[in-house]
């Protein structure tokens, strides 16, 4: 067996996993089926903790020092340094470098013990990491029948392991997501026989935090699946607040726990974290957080702070993924300060650079096409500005930009939709629910006759928003409306989302 994936929305995400002290190696070494197949060794040990950290360097000269490089602990660590570099570097020369360690150590980890519980954990576990590899780089088929392969041995192994505790991280994870395939996708997984759901999934994934050795990567894979799949509550921001005070030194934690504040509107505890963030020499290079600071500093208005951070990163980035959607956001920059001489050739790179492997990059693609033809007016600034106060949580700011106008004043209907919708985001944020609810219901009439992409997004919120509520009718409603929007860019995530939300209810 080898290879393995899924595909998840989130490109930004990896995940990391906590190890124990030197006790936990005595107690691994009495295990039966251990022999010498799978060996925490203090090396070993003390490479993960690196990694989980996001010390990359450190964890790679442990590595070195192990005399067992057959030892499948080992190859899994191995692997584990491959996955955190491809996926902060980006970089296609890396990518052919290292991609035939794939095969190698699926084959190596495919001789070892089968009377192990972690040989098929293990195995299922390097498929993932390059599956979440291959998704980073566009090759979304091969990791697709990746994840099916590790999914199999996922259930193999729990079914032979019913009590080995590790197997229902990921798990955990593949159920929930199979659990938000659209319907139209449903009979694929069903046919492969993949089986799932989110109440499932999300019980596993608690399992799995009981589990000392696995318990910080399943308690993050929680958090991601509840900010990126689900919905997340006052409760899950607590615990992640607790998460990043535990971990001052842990980049990584810190890094999933930025991104996760600002897809919930709260990039101001974002900026904190990422500037009293981890670094030195010991840690993985992450360009992409010059993108997330510069996405920021847009959104507080502050465009010339924006435009420094956008420019470190296209210099120092390798990769072809955001590098679109990051000079869309530098032509939004010099748009929204009035610089129209300098926004304009920022179109053409969008064009012109990048791939559109991520959502973000595919919907600047989309918008650079549009502008190309018709450069946008001034409705649509002010309702950008509009947009970029509220995805960060700047309410009163976003509040103010509107203040002034009506829907009358913007002159095309998608303007309309898009003005009734960020009333309906600002407002259900501030939790004011029937003032939201009513721009939300506006929005979605006013796209419903060009099926636009506000109908679809209002109609998952107004799903949540009839949850809250406890108006469990309306909010099936409302999710189903969601899914039956056909074409648009952010399709793919409405519909996971959408599909979540009915399977929670």
Known sequence: MRRSSWQWQSNRSAGVVSVVGSMLYCLLLTLPGQAQDFVWTP??????????????????????????????????VANYVDMLALLASDDDRLLAQLAPNESTRLDQLDNLDESSPYQRLLLAEVRLHWAFVKLKFGKDLAASWAVIKAYRLLVANQQRFPNFLPTYKSL????IMIGSVPDSYAWVARLLGLRGNVQQGLADLQRAQQDTLFRTEARLADLLIRAYVLRFSDANEGVLRQFVDEAPDNLLVRFFAATTEMKNARSEQALAWLSTRPSGPAYVSLPIIDNLLGDIFLQKGQYTVALGHYGQFLASYRGQNFVKDTHYKRFLCYWLSGDVARARPEISLVLAQGRTTVEADKAAQKAAETYRKVFPGAGQRVLMQARMASDGGYLEQAVTGLKPYTETAFATTPERAEYQYRLGRIYQKMNNLSVAVTAFERAVFLSEADQLSFGALASLQLGYLYQQLRQPTKARQAFEKALSYKHHEYKNSIDNKARAGLGSM
């Not at 993960?48 to 080992?74: F, H």
């Not at 955990?172 to 159920?175: D, S």
Request: no cysteine.
């Open 172 to 175: 955990g994870t593949l159920r």
């Open 43 to 76: 090396g070993l040990q003390r490479a993960y903790v690196d990694l989980t950290k996001g010390k990359l360097q450190p964890a790679r000269q442990a590595l070195a020092a192990e005399p067992n490089k057959a030892n499948g602990i080992y190859l899994y």
